[in-house]
């Protein structure tokens, strides 16, 4: 069993999240960086298909929209085995601070395991919260994972949730059925999501969906020379509302080749979607997408270098419709590690808009350069200068310095100008900024 313990918790140390822009309707999910949740995390996890889970920690002591910290006043974590059964168990409390109320989350997660894999496991989740609207959200899921015949696999669950003023079409019901081999890999996915579905410790990307999904991957080694692998992928999607209206819709034909140098080529020849807008898409400043129903098809390039060289680069190219208009999205990343105590990264993402609407005709650019310098096994700094123009601020900073004296146990000195965790939410929702200066000594014992 292991048992982690927090105070008044301080996250500075942890890795600033990469500045993003999102393009879509849907929240972005950005993967937990905090050690305190990291640590075992594998044991909560309660998958909803793709992204969705119905337990997401990032919930906890990060503001959603702002990407601010919210206070943590102290947690505790158990996790640990008996027999088969794993079994997790975890209580943060979080205090008030600006829009955020005061707030407690206790989650409970048992998995027991079954054959070659499998197992059936169950998830409760209670949230008290101090807002008066809102005072309690609570949920609670079964889900399982059964292997047959070694490339067979089927994924099912069931949840729902509990919120004031929320008596029904409060559940998530779904199942796939998956396969895999050395030349095919296919899946089939059925969901139904209710309209008051509400996992506010969770990740969803939309709520009020009936899906049927389907995935078919051909995977051959041809005699090229230098090429590996080729993958020639169909993805079919399906999801009207739970009252049979055309929600979003979208069907895809990739191509992807690895070769055997490293590289790689990840290219959709198609990518076409139907997808209908409810609310005002805030995409840009004063810039907003009209409700309606939108049909509009995309074309996408990438290739990437092999990893093992000192200087590697990728670069991504997606292009075509969007949203009544066009979109043409470029992205370069290259990295270099000229020794073995230093490396430099930099990153350039540029998006051009052409939208038939009032200041519609527009660019975003977002930038980084990072850079690591180890003095020894011990002493490292660490730098990111990041660059978003659809911020007023454009430019942000972090720089790191930590020794580590003893094992798990560090001494940190951070300063940061901007926003350490980036927003989750649909859209782009205004980032408020904060400068920070912090000392920060750890130290790990065992009993």
Known sequence: M????????????????????????FPIFIPEKRQFFLENA?????SLGEQDKLFFSRQIG????????????GGAKLTGTIGRLQFGLMDVDTRSSGPNPYGNYAVVRLKESLWGGSYIGVMGIDKRSGNVLDSFNQTGGIDTRLAFFRDWLVDAHMAGTQSPGEPSGNSDVGASLSYRSNWVEGRFERRKIGANFNPE??????????????????????????????????????APDTQGVVQTQEWQGTYRAEFNNGGYTDDDIADVFTQRITTPLHIYKNVFIPNG??????????????KERRFTY??????????????????????????????????????RFRLPLTNGHFSVALASVQGN????????????????????Q?????????????????????????????????ANPPQVRETRFAVKWTYAFAP
């Open 2 to 25: 292991v048992l982690n313990v927090t105070g008044n918790t301080d996250f500075s140390a942890t890795d600033v999240d990469q500045q993003q822009f999102n393009l879509t309707p």
């Open 42 to 46: 594998g044991v909560f996890d309660f």
């Open 62 to 73: 990060i503001d959603s929209e702002t990407g601010n910290q919210v206070p943590v006043n």
């Open 201 to 238: 410790v969770g990740f969803i990307e939309i709520t009020d969906a009936n899906q049927t999904n389907g995935d078919l991957t051909f995977k051959v080694r041809p005699a090229i020379k230098g090429v590996r692998e080729m993958q020639f992928e169909g993805f079919i999607l399906h």
């Open 293 to 306: 129903l939108y049909h509009f098809a995309r074309h996408q390039l990438t290739y990437g270098s092999g």
């Open 314 to 351: 990728n670069f991504f190219e997606r292009f075509g419709g969007y949203y009544g208009g066009t979109l043409n999205e470029f992205r370069v990343r290259a990295n270099y590690r000229p020794t073995a105590k230093f490396s430099i990264s930099a990153s350039e993402t540029w998006d």
């Open 373 to 392: 310098y180890s003095f020894t096994r011990f002493l490292t700094f660490t730098s990111l200068i990041q660059m978003d123009t659809s911020n007023t």
């Open 394 to 426: 454009a430019v942000s900073a972090n720089v790191r310095l930590r020794y580590n004296y003893r094992p798990d146990s560090d001494f940190y000195i951070i300063y940061n100008v901007g926003t350490q965790f980036a927003s989750i939410a649909p």
